[in-house]
Structure formats: structure tokens, C-alpha cells
């Protein structure tokens, strides 16, 4: 019989060496994904862990928007955010039950459990001391912060909207603010009772101030997507900023009844006009003529080259709170919707972050930057671990000659059309105003993208005005959105 | 002739490299228990230093009764089954300190979330108490494994009617979709894990008797050799008829054990490995129809394959590879992990909470203290001199190496989970004390096969007359 007691022995050790590579692989291999809260947010374990050990900052421009401090209970350590509602949709927030924004995705480095702390780690665990997390040193800068958000509060506690600033020639985020807001410090609360009641509030606010509506919030983007349209139209050859183009008050819409007419009904300065007057004007009649002789399937793949239908370029904000959602160009357009896209209408949306994606790419000659919001990464010293490099999403979404021209007329905007807002003295602002319709019972969105200097453009700017509670006939890019640009545009150009 | 009176040494003629020393190694099986007792003692230290920030404060009474009842068992088995194998003893006694230390750092965790909650860590003490009584007196009342061959039938009917007992209306109860309890007052006892002890026993007397017949006797049948149904039959009646109990009292795991510790034994007496082959094709159907008809088997087979999203069918297997996941390398360390968050971490989920606290490390080592307890078993069988002694030993050895599998399998997700116990680990009396007594046939029998032979006593150079045989 002893035979097959060898055999079975064999297979016994089989079975348990299956045992142990499997427990490897759960505890060795798949252990990080599991540890990571943006892909499971339900372990109770990572949270409550991160909870009571001392918490790496959040930094802007050398100042902690989010800090732990000791605190008496026992948990040890309280998330304070210093500066409040100001950097609420960016550092998130960190409550015992839940993390959002920063605090979510960035949440392995500010444990100090990401791979390149293992080393400071090891010397806490040597040195006797609790392990200390890194901090993230965001691209955002202070000034410009604090104009976009005091901008948006200045129209109403309750405004429904968003500014995203970036830096064109790297892609740096050096603004982002969504309204209405909330304060973090009240869901950082050690009091999960309090805490649930307020997240519950929160989430129930027909507002959606938890909503980061940079990039979770997608609206027909109205006139400033013109220039797009302008983009294309340039590139294709047909077209130079002298060309002429129709420039009456209506147009008729092939296939249909309907007629595409401008914002305020009025013709927008004669029979023929300048591409460059067009878009000072900003014409519907010219551009959506455009948009028919270039066709949708050019319109869509200039849009695409700015970001458009991408799936995701965007990805320091990922956490299981947050739905990202794509900017669209719709795929089956028949005429008259060519000529409503080519003008930002129909079925095309897009985010705050894509629009200033769009100024970005074209103040950039042409090379669109992939957006991002963490700088650096650092040890717990503030020595820094990790720098983030900027990277490239589209080398030329347009050639930096078309660049140069739609820079003009888009200077030609701001100087002699409706943009009149933005004008800073002694600086070449280019900028494109928008008044997107929505729906007949809904008042429109204001729309406003901008860069300057017009050479070497230092901010690109997008503000978009959901909702300020204001008459309809008040609402124009120009009035709402524009004032809010310059004001971010000044912070970053007077340092 | 040979001359020596000491216990161990057998010295033959100069350059016997072959001679098999037989010693007792009573030493090394005490330096070995020391150390186990190290850990059992040091774990529940390090439980209360972790979860509390200071040892225990009955450190001492309780480190003083694990010694007591490890030198109680020690001393028995010097005393009783002086040639039994070393390694036994200490990987019990370390594996169950562990399991102890383990379940009282739970009841700590459990005692902050749920100030009415009741501690495991006490009973659990009992029950090993029980155990290790149990223990030394299988060891001293049973001196020859071979008496248990007188009572195949007895231990088959037996185990029958314990299988049967908890779907007695009355004392039996449905935990968790199982009948499988019997409660007795305010104790509460799996006849399953008796049972289990017993039809090893029976099955291996049967076989021992009858396994030239089946090995050779019977008629051929699609290139298989049957055996003779007069000779299969019994053993086959009662095999079929535990199976049944099991599937209606919904102890998949039991029944998947069961069938396979059959087919072992059946394999090893008859040495024909076509056993294994029909035994495996009849357990993958018998699974896939499980599959398609029992709900239950569904819901854990999905929870296995499909953890994410959670729901409330996956919760706890998630809880579990959260917990190892979170543990590591190095786990998080005896106190300082989060194990109670998993749902019945104190018997089903023992070893992701060991996991969580003590890191892979832990997990291997606690995987390999069981691969060497299999080991010995099967060594045991190996060397052992009679057929049934070898049938025991190889049928208890299978049935912890598959128990184990089956177990840890289930909570590290590599098979879908089962009702099964981790022997020695988790929280349950009955479990527990049947797999001392486990230990302790082991330990009898390689008691028998370690021992060596019976040696002549030359009393004269008379032939016919009787011989006297001398038996240490």
C-alpha cells in the first residue's frame, strides 16, 4: 500500500503549494489594488486607518489647503482645511466614512503608503516614530484661485458654475472652482453621526454642490465653440481671417423650416462680412454657413484634436465619488444640426476643463497639454520624491500658423467686439464669448474663454455661468463670465 | 544475539549504513514544545499589547494553564507512546496557541464595536481542555489501534446516527442554512466532526478486510475492474447514505470531504488508481448538478467568481481579502489590525484574520505547520506494519490535508467557500476536540510504527521448546 501513500503525499503537496501561491498572490500581488480607496472605496479598513495617523498636506503655493491637526479624541489627528469652501471640490474632503477629490485619489501618497515613501517609511518604523504620510503639491495658483472663486460668490451664494484657468505651454491647472460649494471642515468632522447627516444634506441639494462641475458638468458650449468651427475652417485652406462670409440676420436652414438667426436677432453688419468680423460679433448666420460648406465631419475631428469624445485625459480627480464625463461632438449630424453644432448648439456639450483645453491648445501654437493638477509629490521633510512632467494630448491640434491667425481675431474680440469685458490695460487679451440657449424655459449659459498675453500666453481661462438667479436678458458671456476671466487673468499676470 | 537493555540504540555489525535507529526523540518533541508554547503564550501577549498597550493581566494564569495542559500531554505521551512521532504534538500545540490568542484579540475588537458582546476566547479554553483530557485518554486507554479494527461496524452505525441526529426535530437547529448543530441545553455540539473520526475508522476496517476482494475479485466493466457488488456493497450503502445526510442537511463542505477521504482509502487498499479517475468524474458532476439545482451552492459559487460589486452574499469574502490585503508582507501586526470587520472571523474566517495580523509570512507559516502535520500523518502510514494502522493513519492524514485545502481555499478565494472548520484555528468545541483525539490515534499509531520490533530473548539453544519474546 505504500505505493499510493507516495502518490498522495505528492499530490498533497501539490494542493498545498497551490495554497500558498494563491495566498501570495492576494496578499503580495493583488494587495495594492485592493489597499487603494479609488478603486475600493467600501474598505472600512484603509479609511479608518488613514484616519488616526498624522495625514501628509495638500499644498498650494506653499500654503496647506489641507492639514491634519492633533486632536484630544481618539483619533488623534483632525483634517482641517484652512481655507475652506475655497479648495472644496479640489482637496476633497475626509470624513471617517467617506473621502472625496484630493483626499480620495491622492490618498496612498498622504498615507504614506505609496512606493516611492517606502523608504522614509522604513525609517519611521526604525526611528520609533508613527509613519508619516507625503504631501501633494498641487499646480494651482493661490491668486488665481481666490480671484475665480471670489468671482463666482460675487454673483450669488447659489450661482451654478465653474472657472478652469490652465497654463498653456504645460498643461499646469492653475485655477479650477466649481459653485456652489461646500465647506469641507463640516464633513471633517470626528462625529460620524454629524458628519452622515450633512453628506446626506449635501447630496440631496438640488444644486449638487458636492458636483465638481469643471468636469462633471457638460453644457452646450454656445458661440465660443466657433472657434472651433474657426479652426477648422482656417485649416482647411478654404478659409484665411479676410475671407468673406454671409453676414445677414437669417439664415435658412437646408432641409427644414427653421432658420438660424443671431443672439439678438439682428443682422450682423451687412451682406458679406470678414471671417474676423464674424467672430468679433460673433455671427451665427456667418458661422453656421461655415460650419455647412466645411461639413460635421470636419467640425468633429478639429474638435476631437482639442479633446473631444477622448475618453479621459484628465485623471488626478479619479475617486469612486467623482463621474468625470466626456465633452461630445455628436457622430450622425444631418445639415441643419451641422450648422446648430457649428455654433455650439444641438447635441454638442462640453466641460469647463475642455474649453479652457481649447483656449490652452490654441494660445499654445497649436499643442494642446494634457491638463493636471499635482506638481509634485513630496516626503513628509517636503523633499521632493516625485515631479510630475508635463505631457503632450495633441502636438498640433492646429498648425501654429492657424494658431497665430485665430490668436488675432480672437485679440480682435476682445478689442473691438463683444468681449469688451476682458480688456486688460497694457495686455493683448484674446478672448470668445458664448450665450448658449438651453431651453426655452431655462435661461441661457455664459460661456467664456480667454488667454493673454496673446504672445507667450502665461493663463487660459474658461468660465462658464450656469445659473445666477439673474434676469434672462441680463445673461451674456460678456456681462457674467468675461469680468470673472479678467479678474483670474490679472492674478496671474501681475506676479 | 543481541544484548542491550537501552531503550534506543541498536547497534549492528560495523558499516549497517541500512539499520533504522529507533529512537524516541521525547527531547526534541519537548524543545519543540517549548517553543510552541512561545508562541501561544507570546501571541496572546502580543494580542494584549497590541489591541490594549499592556500585556494581559492574566498573563500568568493563562500562560500557566496552556503549559500545564501541553506538560500534561507531553508527559503522557512519554509515558504512554514513548516511540510516537516528535512533530505532532508541538505543531497542535503551537497552532492551537495561535488560534486562541487569535480568537481573544477578535473578542477585543468585538467587545469595542458591541459592549454586549460575549467573548469566545474562554470557551474556546474549555474546549481545548476537553480536548488534551480527551487526549491522554485515548492515549492511555487505547493501547493497540488494532482493538478499534473489532468495532468497523459499530463506528459506521455510529457515525450514521450522529450524521442524523441534527435533522431530529428538537435538538437539532439551522444555523446559517446548515443543519448540522445539536444543542444539549446550553451546549451546542457538531456530531459531523465525530462522525468524521469514526467512518475513517470503519471504512478503514472494512477495507482492510476485504481488499484483496475488491482489489481482485470481480467482473470487468468498460475496461474498469468492478468489484464484486457483495463485497462493495456495505461500504457503498454506507458511503451513499452519509452523502445523502449531508446534502439535505446542506453541509457541501462535509460531503465534498467525506467523498474524497472515501475514495482515498478506497485507492490505497486496492492500490488501483482508477478509483481516483471514476471518484473525480463523479465529483465534477455531482458538483455541476449541485450547481444547476441548490441555490445555495449557486450563491457561492457567484460570490467566488464575481466578489465586486459587494453585496450582501459577497461581504464577507471581501471583508476577508480586504483584511489580508491589508496585512501584506508583514501583516499589521497582533492587535493592530482591523480582523473583527469580517463577518464570524472567530471560526470561518480565522485565517484571513491571522492573515490580516500577521502578513504572508504568518499565512505561510500557519500553511506549512499543517503541510508537516500531513506529512507525519502520511510518514506515519508509511512506515507503519499492519494494513489498518496504515488505513487510519493515511485516511486521517487525507482528511485534514483536504479540510485544510477546502478551508483556506475558500477564504483566500481560490475554491468558492464552504461551512468547514480550520482545524485547531477556529472557535468550536467539537471541531477542536475531535481533532485531539485525531492527534492522539496518530500518535498512537506511529507510536506502533516507530517502536521497534520485538526482539528475541535467546533463552537457550533448545529448538522445540517455547520461545520467549520479549516486547519493550
Known amino acids: 500500500m505504500n505505493r499510493p501513500i507516495r502518490n498522495l503525499a505528492v499530490a498533497c503537496m501539490v494542493l498545498f503549494l497551490a495554497l500558498m501561491a494563491n495566498a501570495t498572490f492576494l496578499q503580495f500581488f493583488e494587495a495594492d489594488s485592493l489597499n487603494s480607496l479609488s478603486k475600493h472605496d467600501e474598505n472600512t479598513r484603509v479609511k479608518e486607518a488613514a484616519f488616526s495617523e498624522p495625514r501628509g498636506q495638500i499644498i498650494v503655493d506653499g500654503k496647506a489647503v489641507a492639514r491634519s491637526k492633533k486632536s484630544d479624541d481618539r483619533f488623534k489627528y483632525q483634517r482641517v482645511y484652512p481655507f475652506g469652501a475655497e479648495y472644496a471640490q479640489l482637496a476633497g474632503y475626509f470624513s471617517r466614512t467617506r473621502l472625496g477629490g484630493l483626499e480620495a485619489s491622492q490618498n496612498k501618497v498622504l498615507t504614506g503608503d505609496a512606493p516611492g515613501l517606502f523608504v522614509n517609511r522604513v525609517l519611521d518604523l526604525l526611528g520609533n516614530q508613527p509613519p508619516q504620510g507625503g504631501n501633494v503639491v498641487l499646480t494651482i495658483n493661490a491668486k488665481a484661485q481666490k480671484a475665480a472663486y471670489d468671482g463666482l460668490k460675487a454673483l450669488g451664494n447659489n450661482t451654478q458654475g465653474a472657472v478652469v484657468a490652465i497654463e498653456p505651454s504645460t498643461g499646469r491647472i492653475l485655477a479650477m472652482v466649481s459653485s456652489p460649494t461646500f465647506d469641507p471642515n463640516r464633513l471633517a468632522t470626528h462625529d460620524v453621526t454629524k458628519s452622515d447627516s450633512i453628506y446626506k444634506r449635501l447630496l440631496d441639494d438640488k444644486l449638487n454642490p458636492l458636483n465638481n462641475r469643471a468636469i462633471e458638468e457638460r453644457l452646450p458650449p454656445g458661440s465660443t465653440f466657433k472657434l472651433i468651427t474657426a479652426s477648422a475652417a482656417l485649416s482647411s485652406g478654404k478659409y484665411t481671417p479676410n475671407s468673406l462670409v454671409p453676414g445677414g440676420s437669417v439664415l435658412n436652414l437646408p432641409q427644414t423650416s427653421h432658420d438660424l438667426t443671431n443672439e439678438n436677432h439682428s443682422s450682423c453688419g451687412g451682406g458679406q462680412i470678414t471671417l474676423t468680423r464674424a467672430l468679433e460679433v460673433s455671427c451665427n448666420v456667418a458661422f453656421g454657413t461655415v460650419g455647412l460648406r466645411l461639413g460635421a465631419d470636419a467640425l468633429r475631428t478639429q474638435a476631437e484634436k482639442f479633446g473631444f469624445n477622448a475618453h479621459s485625459y484628465f485623471h488626478d480627480l479619479d475617486d469612486p465619488l467623482t463621474s468625470q464625463v466626456q465633452s461630445q461632438f455628436p457622430s450622425n449630424v444631418d445639415a441643419p444640426q451641422t450648422a446648430l453644432s457649428a455654433i455650439g448648439q444641438a447635441s454638442v456639450t462640453a466641460t469647463p476643463l475642455q474649453m479652457a483645453m481649447v483656449a490652452a491648445g490654441i494660445a499654445n501654437n497649436g499643442r494642446v497639454m494634457l491638463p493636471y493638477l499635482v506638481n509634485e509629490i513630496r516626503s513628509a521633510d517636503l523633499d521632493v520624491i516625485k515631479p510630475i512632467a508635463p505631457k503632450v494630448f495633441n502636438p498640433e491640434a492646429i498648425s501654429p500658423s492657424v494658431a497665430r491667425q485665430l490668436t488675432d481675431m480672437m485679440v480682435s474680440v476682445v478689442d473691438n467686439g463683444t468681449a469688451s469685458s476682458a480688456r486688460i490695460p497694457g495686455v493683448k487679451v484674446a478672448g470668445k464669448t458664448g450665450t448658449a440657449q438651453s431651453l426655452p424655459n431655462r435661461p441661457p449659459y455664459a460661456w467664456f474663454v480667454s488667454f493673454a498675453p496673446s504672445v507667450n500666453a502665461k493663463v487660459a481661462v474658461a468660465v462658464l455661468v450656469q445659473d445666477a438667479g439673474v434676469d434672462r436678458n441680463a445673461i451674456s458671456g460678456n456681462g457674467l463670465a468675461a469680468p470673472i476671466a479678467k479678474a483670474v487673468m490679472e492674478a496671474v499676470l501681475n506676479q | 544475539m543481541s544484548t542491550a537493555t537501552g531503550p534506543a540504540e541498536r547497534r549492528g555489525p560495523a558499516g549497517a549504513l541500512l539499520q533504522f535507529v529507533h529512537r524516541r526523540r521525547r527531547g526534541a518533541e519537548l524543545y519543540l514544545l517549548v517553543l510552541s508554547l512561545a508562541v501561544g503564550i507570546g501571541a496572546y501577549a502580543a494580542v494584549g499589547l497590541g489591541a490594549q498597550g499592556r500585556v494581559p493581566a492574566d498573563i500568568y494564569s493563562y500562560g500557566g494553564w496552556l503549559a500545564l495542559l501541553i506538560v500534561a500531554a507531553h508527559v503522557v505521551v512519554r509515558w504512554k507512546a514513548a516511540y510516537a512521532d516528535p512533530i505532532l504534538l508541538p505543531i497542535v500545540a503551537a497552532l492551537n496557541g495561535l488560534g486562541l490568542a487569535m480568537i481573544h484579540r477578535i473578542d477585543l475588537g468585538m467587545k469595542v464595536r458591541n459592549p454586549d458582546y460575549s467573548a469566545l476566547a474562554p470557551s474556546q479554553l474549555i474546549w481545548m481542555t476537553?480536548?488534551?483530557?480527551?487526549?491522554?485518554?485515548?492515549?492511555?486507554?487505547?493501547?493497540?489501534?488494532?482493538?478499534?479494527?473489532?468495532?468497523?461496524?459499530?463506528?459506521?452505525?455510529?457515525?450514521?446516527?450522529?450524521?442524523?441526529?441534527?435533522?431530529?426535530?428538537?435538538?437539532?437547529?439551522?444555523?446559517?442554512?446548515?443543519?448540522?448543530?445539536?444543542?444539549?441545553?446550553?451546549?451546542?455540539?457538531?456530531?459531523?466532526?465525530?462522525?468524521?473520526?469514526?467512518?475513517?475508522?470503519?471504512?478503514?476496517?472494512?477495507?482492510?478486510?476485504?481488499?484483496?476482494?475488491?482489489?481482485?475479485?470481480?467482473?470487468?466493466?468498460?475496461?474498469?475492474?468492478?468489484?464484486?457488488?457483495?463485497?462493495?456493497?456495505?461500504?457503498?450503502?454506507?458511503?451513499?447514505?452519509?452523502?445523502?445526510?449531508?446534502?439535505?442537511?446542506?453541509?457541501?463542505?462535509?460531503?465534498?470531504?467525506?467523498?474524497?477521504?472515501?475514495?482515498?482509502?478506497?485507492?490505497?487498499?486496492?492500490?488501483?488508481?482508477?478509483?481516483?479517475?471514476?471518484?473525480?468524474?463523479?465529483?465534477?458532476?455531482?458538483?455541476?448538478?449541485?450547481?444547476?439545482?441548490?441555490?445555495?451552492?449557486?450563491?457561492?459559487?457567484?460570490?467566488?467568481?464575481?466578489?465586486?460589486?459587494?453585496?450582501?452574499?459577497?461581504?464577507?469574502?471581501?471583508?476577508?481579502?480586504?483584511?489580508?490585503?491589508?496585512?501584506?508582507?508583514?501583516?499589521?501586526?497582533?492587535?493592530?489590525?482591523?480582523?473583527?470587520?469580517?463577518?464570524?472571523?472567530?471560526?470561518?474566517?480565522?485565517?484571513?484574520?491571522?492573515?490580516?495580523?500577521?502578513?504572508?509570512?504568518?499565512?505561510?507559516?500557519?500553511?506549512?505547520?499543517?503541510g508537516l502535520l500531513v506529512e507525519r500523518a502520511l510518514r506515519t502510514a508509511l512506515i507503519c506494519r499492519d494494513n489498518f494502522g496504515k488505513l487510519v493513519a493515511t485516511g486521517l492524514g487525507v482528511v485534514f490535508a483536504l479540510q485544510v485545502f477546502v478551508v483556506i481555499g475558500g477564504v483566500t478565494k481560490l475554491i468558492p467557500l464552504t461551512g468547514l472548520t480550520t482545524p485547531f484555528l477556529s472557535q468550536g468545541g467539537s471541531s477542536l476536540v475531535a481533532n485531539w483525539v485525531i492527534i492522539a490515534l496518530l500518535l498512537r499509531i506511529s507510536d506502533q510504527a516507530r517502536r521497534p520490533p520485538p526482539e528475541f530473548v535467546d533463552t537457550g539453544s533448545d529448538l522445540d521448546s517455547t520461545q520467549v519474546v520479549m516486547m519493550r
Open chain 2, 130 to 370: 476537553l480536548g488534551v483530557g480527551l487526549f491522554i485518554t485515548v492515549l492511555v486507554l487505547l493501547r493497540d489501534h488494532r482493538r478499534l479494527q473489532a468495532f468497523t461496524y459499530t463506528s459506521g452505525f455510529a457515525a450514521l446516527l450522529l450524521l442524523v441526529m441534527p435533522l431530529v426535530p428538537g435538538i437539532g437547529r439551522n444555523i446559517r442554512g446548515a443543519r448540522i448543530w445539536i444543542h444539549l441545553g446550553p451546549l451546542s455540539f457538531q456530531p459531523g466532526e465525530v462522525a468524521k473520526v469514526l467512518l475513517v475508522i470503519a471504512f478503514a476496517g472494512y477495507l482492510v478486510l476485504y481488499r484483496d476482494a475488491l482489489a481482485l475479485a470481480g467482473r470487468r466493466f468498460l475496461f474498469v475492474d468492478l468489484p464484486r457488488g457483495r463485497d462493495l456493497g456495505p461500504i457503498l450503502v454506507m458511503w451513499l447514505i452519509s452523502l445523502g445526510i449531508l446534502v439535505f442537511q446542506n453541509d457541501l463542505g462535509s460531503s465534498l470531504l467525506f467523498f474524497g477521504m472515501f475514495l482515498v482509502m478506497l485507492y490505497v487498499a486496492t492500490e488501483r488508481p482508477g478509483w481516483l479517475i471514476v471518484g473525480g468524474a463523479m465529483f465534477m458532476i455531482g458538483a455541476y448538478l449541485g450547481y444547476l439545482v441548490i441555490g445555495h451552492v449557486q450563491t457561492r459559487v457567484d460570490a467566488w467568481l464575481h466578489p465586486f460589486p459587494v453585496t450582501t452574499g459577497t461581504y464577507q469574502i471581501v471583508q476577508g481579502m480586504f483584511g489580508m490585503a491589508w496585512g501584506g508582507l508583514t501583516g499589521r501586526g497582533l492587535g493592530l489590525g482591523s480582523p473583527q470587520s469580517t463577518p464570524i472571523a472567530s471560526s470561518d474566517f480565522i485565517l484571513p484574520a491571522l492573515g490580516e495580523e500577521l502578513g504572508l509570512t504568518g499565512v505561510l507559516a500557519i500553511i506549512l505547520l499543517y
